[in-house]
């Protein structure tokens, strides 16, 4: 009878120390969510309402004198019409390639201008201080407004600009080249000049938590520089290439100032039509059309997650 009391003795002092722990672990979440409940609500009113928003408004009827409160979906129609008939292609499809076309080229040279200059900041500069300085140095640059920067081109690009008078100063070029400004290469080179540097500081935040001692055992066991870039540090850096990548890409395919500036309003975009469609009061078509240009930049997001575990490996 004794014997089997003493189970149940010396079970009992556990439950109220784990009754206290089960308070605390109670305690410690709903100290964690009253900590993340302002941030939750910044993100509700600035992007989960504005969203829902656009969402609605997107189903709405409109005409050339009101927007209607009803349901449709011929906003979506107008979108896509022509896609499934015919061998053309369609308007919007001609525009997201048009799109896709500046998204990639800004990628591949602000990838290759970001992953360069980051890894002579990490790897070639060993004075933290000058790290800092150099980083500062091209950073600072675009802190300015971004129209000011795209103007600032134009004196350098145009058919009496800087770079034409000096080819033909020279001999190079007996006339004017247009295809400098006004031009899809305007557009790109504007986009790369805006846009590197939210490529450069996710790969350089990347590349300065790299332990040394890894490139040191790949020396050590025979690698040669461009095996141990491509062995070690590319694979060390995909979060800081995925974290720039996302920014280029959803600053990019929005983007519609900079085409419009430096494509001299005569090339076609996504975000140029949803601005051309507000300019003009059809609220409910550029709600559709931003609708449409959400999911493809989602798509393109979580493929890019699919292929980069992100919270892994940050």
């Not at 290439?241 to 001299?264: C, K, N, R």
């Amino acid at each position: 009878m004794t014997d089997l009391a003493l189970p149940a003795l010396a079970d009992a002092p556990a439950k109220p120390a784990a009754a206290g722990l089960t308070a605390r672990t109670r305690r410690a979440r709903a100290l964690a969510y009253l900590q993340a409940a302002p941030m939750a609500l910044v993100f509700l009113v600035f992007f989960v309402v504005p969203l829902a928003l656009t969402l609605m408004v997107s189903f709405w009827e409109y005409n050339e004198y009101e927007i209607i409160p009803a349901f449709t979906l011929q906003n979506y129609a107008d979108i896509f019409e022509g896609c499934l008939s015919g061998s053309d292609l369609c308007t919007t499809a001609r525009t997201y390639l048009s799109t896709l076309k500046f998204c990639f080229l800004t990628w591949a040279f602000t990838l290759l201008i970001g992953f360069t200059v980051a890894y002579f900041l990490t790897f070639h500069v060993r004075s933290p201080t000058t790290q800092m300085v150099l980083f500062l140095v091209c950073t600072i640059p675009f802190w300015t407004s971004n129209v000011i920067r795209m103007i600032s081109w134009i004196p350098l690009l145009g058919r009496n600009g800087l770079i034409n008078d000096t080819l033909r100063g020279i001999g190079l070029i007996d006339k004017p080249i247009d295809g400098l400004l006004y031009s899809d290469f305007a557009v790109v080179l504007a986009f790369v000049h805006l846009n590197t540097v939210f490529m450069i500081v996710p790969i350089f935040n990347s590349m300065a938590r790299i332990d040394r001692s890894l490139i040191e055992a790949a020396y050590d066991a025979g690698a040669t520089g461009w095996q141990t870039l491509w062995n070690v540090i590319v694979p060390l850096a995909k979060p800081g290439i995925a974290i720039g990548s996302i920014f280029v890409i959803t600053l990019v395919m929005g983007d519609f100032v900079t085409v419009g500036v430096m494509g001299g309003q005569q090339i076609a975009s996504v975000g140029k039509i949803i601005q051309v469609q507000m300019s003009v009061l059809q609220f409910p078509a550029a709600a559709a059309n931003a609708v449409v240009l959400l999911c493809a930049v989602m798509v393109m997001i979580l493929t890019m997650s699919r292929l980069i575990d992100l919270r892994k490996e940050l």
